[in-house]
Every structure is written in structure tokens, then in C-alpha cells.
């Protein structure tokens, strides 16, 4: 599902692209949570993405900060990696390697059992 500059979209439009719904908002607040519809839902209908929001006691600033996180959301989902491509390993890379088990096979090797020359 790609979504091709649905993130560069204006508030008006990207609006009416969306399916707007106020409801209620849950958790601590009292009596003022309990009376108003300030909670945003908004369903990106074109993407399908779907963003809930009751942060605020206002439903304009509820709105306005959904349709931030949609713009977010859209941007992450039309982004594209840039292919990345192999690099070869530095000489001298390689030579610290070859250094390190040079050090280490005589380490090894003065483990040995004397006259045990296989």
C-alpha cells in the first residue's frame, strides 16, 4: 500500500480524504470527559490508516494533532530506502585481520602437546 504524496496534502484536503468521528474520551478527566465528544477519529479512507486521538480537552486541537500524526504516518509510509550497494573492505582492515589470527594460531599452537607435530 503506497501512499504518494498524500503527506504533502493540505489540512483541507487531506480532511476531506478522511472519515472524521467524535466520541467520547476514556480514562481520567471526571465529569468534563464524561459529558463532551472531544475525542477525534480519523480513517484515512484512500490508505486506510486509522488514527484515534483524545489528548487535548478541545476537539479542534484533538483534530489538529490527529491529522499531524496522519501527515506523519503517510510520510513513513511513502518513504522509499535508497538502495545500498557492497563496499570492498580496506586494506588495512585486512591486514589487522590476518595480524589477529597469525597472533592467535600460535597461541594455539604453544598449547600443543610437545612432539605432538601432526
Request: proline residues 6%; charged residues 35%.
Amino acid at each position: 500500500m503506497e501512499a504518494p504524496g498524500y503527506h504533502l496534502l493540505p489540512d483541507d484536503t487531506l480532511l476531506a480524504q478522511c472519515e472524521v468521528e467524535t466520541h467520547r474520551a476514556s480514562g481520567p478527566g471526571g465529569q468534563k470527559v464524561n459529558k463532551t465528544d472531544s475525542a477525534v477519529r480519523l480513517r484515512h479512507t484512500p490508505t486506510g490508516l486509522v488514527v484515534n486521538m483524545q489528548r487535548e480537552r478541545s476537539q479542534t486541537r484533538n483534530k489538529a494533532e490527529a491529522l499531524r500524526v496522519l501527515r506523519h504516518r503517510l510520510a513513513v509510509l511513502a518513504h522509499v530506502p535508497k538502495e545500498r550497494f557492497e563496499t570492498r573492505v580496506p586494506r588495512s582492515v585486512k591486514l589487522r585481520i590476518l595480524d589477529a589470527k597469525r597472533r592467535r594460531a600460535s597461541i594455539k599452537s604453544a598449547r600443543r602437546k610437545p612432539g605432538a607435530d601432526d
